[in-house]
């Protein structure tokens, strides 16, 4: 089977692709045919050795994948060849079969396509944690999402519009608004044409309830600085570059909570309320109140050209690498 190796730690360019020999199955794993990998931000960053989970080298690159069932080991219980499934991989979802164990992966919906299942886990499952686990979001809340257009920004658009709050879509252009609002945001706020803070200040001088945080730098401190009494702000990546040192008095001054999001960690933690986290997800997908937008889909040759979509932050919605039939 062929196979995106990270062989030496670096930029994508650094990668190959490789014939590699078939993975084993044993125990409760399930070999799966991988049809199409979700792209998400930490995917540019474990190559290069900056993300908190450091795979042995040569390992291939890819959080999250959607295919079809091969072969089961002999104590998977609930799973059998043929069948449709997606999951969150951690790594290993750039090669055209993978071997993962049966609590990772959960049937596609009827209905889904491969691309669509491969951009759902990561995404949903992060935002819907981040709101109804770590915020828990009211109904009439403003929830200001920071870089809206985003894989994880603008499913937590859909998901705050599904939950009932008011959404502010903040994003660094009008196209990318333009998505935003589509997903259902009620306000929006260009950060590139208008000083976030004064938007703010001035639109919402109550202050904002809930804020979601995927972009980190420049932009984490003055959303703070527009924070309600009582309100959350959820650290949920620095896809922006630097990690920002907050000042420690606004917490103080705004009676505010700073709340990080690790939803890899939730899972492993918290499988409970993980699982009933993904059927409310597909009931909201079922019901037609979220729909996951793959902005592009790349040839499995084109990695460096998809990786590079992310990298740059031109992304709308979610990147999708196409990796067999």
């Known amino acids: 089977m062929r196979a995106i190796l990270c062989k030496e730690l670096g930029p994508a360019d650094k990668l190959v692709i490789e014939d590699v020999p078939s993975p084993q199955v044993s125990g409760d794993g399930v070999k799966v045919k991988v049809k199409a990998a979700g792209l998400n931000f930490p995917d540019t960053l474990i190559i290069e050795g900056k993300y908190q989970i450091k795979p042995e080298l040569p390992f291939s690159p ?63 499952g992060t935002s819907y944690h981040a709101l109804k686990q770590r915020a828990n979001i009211q109904p009439g809340e403003t929830l200001l999402v920071l870089g809206a257009s985003g894989g994880v920004g603008l499913a937590a658009v859909e998901l705050g519009k599904a939950m009932g709050a008011k959404v502010i879509a903040a994003a660094s252009s009008d196209d990318k608004l333009l998505v935003a609002k589509e997903a259902g945001a009620d306000d929006l706020i260009n950060y590139t044409d208008e000083d976030l803070k004064e938007a703010l200040k001035s639109r919402y001088p109550q202050g904002i309830d809930v804020i979601y945080d995927p972009v980190g730098d420049r932009f984490t401190e003055p959303a703070l600085r527009n924070m309600a009494w009582n309100g959350r702000f959820l650290i949920v990546g620095f896809a922006a570059g630097e990690i920002p040192k907050i000042p420690a008095n606004l917490t103080l001054l705004k009676g505010c909570s700073v709340v990080g999001v690790f939803w890899g960690a939730f899972t492993a933690k918290e499988p409970k309320a993980h699982i009933q986290n993904v059927k409310e997800l597909m009931q909201l997908f079922a019901d037609g109140k979220i729909n996951p937008r793959v902005s592009e889909v790349f040839p499995f040759e084109q990695y460096e050209d998809a990786l590079a979509a992310l990298s740059s932050r031109r992304a709308k919605g979610k990147v999708v690498l196409k990796v067999s039939d």
């Open 62 to 124: 890819g959080g999250e994948m959607a295919g079809e069932i091969i072969e089961v080991g002999p104590d998977v219980k609930n799973l059998k060849p043929g069948m449709r499934v997606m999951g969150l991989t951690g790594y290993g979802s750039f090669a055209e079969e993978m071997v993962i164990g049966e609590s990772r992966v959960i049937p596609v919906p009827d209905g889904m396509k491969d691309e669509t299942a491969a951009a759902f886990s990561m995404v949903y």
